[in-house]
């Protein structure tokens, strides 16, 4: 196997497999000889080298789930729920809800992207535009206030000082926004380092509300895989525990099977554990009585998606202005603090 075998997928990259796949399956195409179409045809975005392990795998007589497992890019979940489909004879409804998925988890996590990478190149541009006026206008000022004989108010001198300090150890300067530039990338893109900047976000309310709303979304989607494969609430709540990221969700998904054990209905054990709101539990609820809980549940994750991409937008419509005044508020307090002397200044001589 390739080192590029390796790379784990994207979740885009696991939904276009799975949704060649569950086509190609739904043609009556073995997976091997679905494996043997793409290699020939679907160029699948330049993975070759898996295409090639996953079918000397199938070749050698394992099951599918087993040869997707060794190549070692696919996330677990996935493998189970192979495992899962091919065990009850529906390969191809479960790689298609696989594919709608992480369709979904992908718009999901462009969306988050989006709602942190914004704010952070907006202050990134504050900075530089108030750096700038600090250590390259003010001076000018400066030395128009020592060639009229007066000096700058405080105010001004402390910019003036600050940007002094700024030009002689720039490279001091640049090494922190080299600093601050790693630490977006490790928040964005590191697990580790997602974690932490979702516990650093759970205190800011805004933000709060929509890593809620991302879990329950994702336990919504979890939900509508394991039920359309077959399996029981008892068994798809263990699996979709371990897609959450959020340890409070976790929580509440473990004591909603505890309640499921203990005797209570699916319905009623959303309900008491907090898992989806008063509204959602009643559509659970019809969807248990009539026997369309996949139906129901796939419903959930798309209005709760929708809810949550509406929340990031106007999160980011709000932040984008207020930044904006932000900016403007401090580029005018520093120029005024040297115009309006000077335009005093002026005149006097005058």
């Known amino acids: 196997m390739t080192g590029k075998a390796h790379k784990k997928l994207t979740n885009y990259e696991i939904s276009v497999f799975c949704r060649q796949m569950a086509v190609l399956i739904k043609a009556g195409i073995t997976p091997a000889e679905g494996i043997d179409i793409m290699l020939q045809d679907f160029q699948f975005e330049g993975d070759e080298d898996m295409l090639k392990t996953i079918r000397q795998i199938l070749g050698s007589g394992e099951q599918f789930h087993i040869a997707l497992q060794m190549t070692g890019v696919f996330p677990v979940y996935v493998i189970n729920m192979l495992a899962i489909g091919e065990e009850s004879g529906n390969l191809d409804l479960v790689m298609d809800s696989l594919a709608d998925y992480y369709e979904q988890e992908a718009t999901i996590r462009q969306n988050i992207n989006s709602a942190i990478s914004?704010?952070?190149?907006?202050?990134?541009?504050?900075?530089?535009?108030?750096?700038?006026?600090?250590?390259?206008?003010?001076?000018?000022?400066?030395?128009?206030?020592?060639?009229?004989?007066?000096?700058?108010?405080s105010f001004s001198s402390s910019l003036l000082t600050l940007g002094t300090v700024l030009n002689r150890y720039s490279f001091i300067f640049i090494l922190l926004l080299i600093l601050l530039l790693a630490i977006a990338i490790f928040c964005s893109q590191v697990p580790k380092g997602k974690k932490m900047f979702r516990s650093f976000a759970m205190h800011i309310p805004p933000l709060r509300k929509i890593y809620e709303e991302v879990a329950t979304a994702r336990f919504a989607n979890g939900m509508v895989l394991?039920?359309?494969?077959?399996?029981?609430?008892?068994?798809g709540l263990?699996?979709?525990q371990n897609l959450v990221e959020s340890p409070e969700l976790s929580e509440k998904i473990a004591s909603c099977r505890n309640l499921i054990a203990d005797g209570d209905n699916f319905?009623?054990?959303?309900?008491?554990?907090g898992i989806l709101n008063t509204f959602y539990s009643r559509m659970v609820l019809i969807g248990f009585q009539s026997g369309s809980m996949d139906t129901i549940m796939k419903q959930i994750a798309r209005r709760q998606a929708e809810e949550t991409q509406r929340k990031m937008y106007s999160f980011i419509a709000i932040l984008e202005p207020t930044l904006v005044i932000v900016l403007s508020l401090i580029v005018g307090v520093i120029l005024l603090s040297v115009i309006l002397p000077l335009m005093g200044i002026m005149s006097s001589i005058g």
Request: proline share 5%.
């Open 226 to 235: 394991t039920l359309s494969s077959g399996m029981d609430t008892y068994e």
């Open 118 to 153: 914004y704010p952070i190149i907006m202050i990134g541009m504050m900075l530089v535009v108030i750096i700038v006026l600090i250590t390259k206008v003010l001076p000018i000022f400066g030395q128009v206030f020592a060639q009229l004989g007066t000096e700058m108010n």
């Open 238 to 240: 263990r699996l979709v």
């Open 267 to 273: 319905p009623d054990a959303l309900h008491k554990t």
